[in-house]
């Protein structure tokens, strides 16, 4: 059974930095892309950064420049850096794994998703 963990959420004053990072159990995803996507409260889910197999990333223009995706493939984990975060930043973030050949900023794109884990940044 596929699952996905998130882990290193948390409460951050605005202009700091929280580490988020995410394991896949179950099968390994060395050569899927996995993507990162929050859901602020009232809102929807929204795309964040993505990762494909061999490292190229793409990022959302709102998180460009302050938001680093990573992963490691020998772990079967990917990373979600966060710095000079904001409070419109708040959200709850889920990782997800792409459909086999794809990678894109659409959930339906994802055939695999983690439970999330709340970030509050506060002002």
């Known amino acids: 059974q596929v699952q996905l963990a998130e882990s290193g959420g948390g409460l951050v004053q605005a202009g700091g930095s929280l580490r988020l990072s995410c394991a896949a159990s179950g099968r390994t995803f060395s050569n899927y892309g996995m993507g990162w996507f929050r859901q602020a409260p009232g809102k929807e889910r929204e795309f964040v950064a993505n990762?494909?197999?061999?490292?190229?990333?793409l990022y959302a223009d709102s998180v460009k420049g302050r938001f680093t995706i990573s992963r490691d493939n020998a772990k079967d984990t990917v990373a979600l850096q966060m710095n000079s975060l904001k409070p419109e930043d708040t959200a709850v973030y889920y990782c997800?794994?792409?459909?086999?050949?794809?990678?894109?900023?659409?959930?339906?794109?994802?055939?695999?998703w983690g439970q999330g884990t709340q970030v509050t940044v506060s002002s």
């Open positions: 990762i494909n197999w061999s490292g190229s990333t």
């Open positions: 997800a794994v792409a459909r086999p050949g794809w990678l894109s900023t659409t959930m339906r794109t994802y055939d695999y």
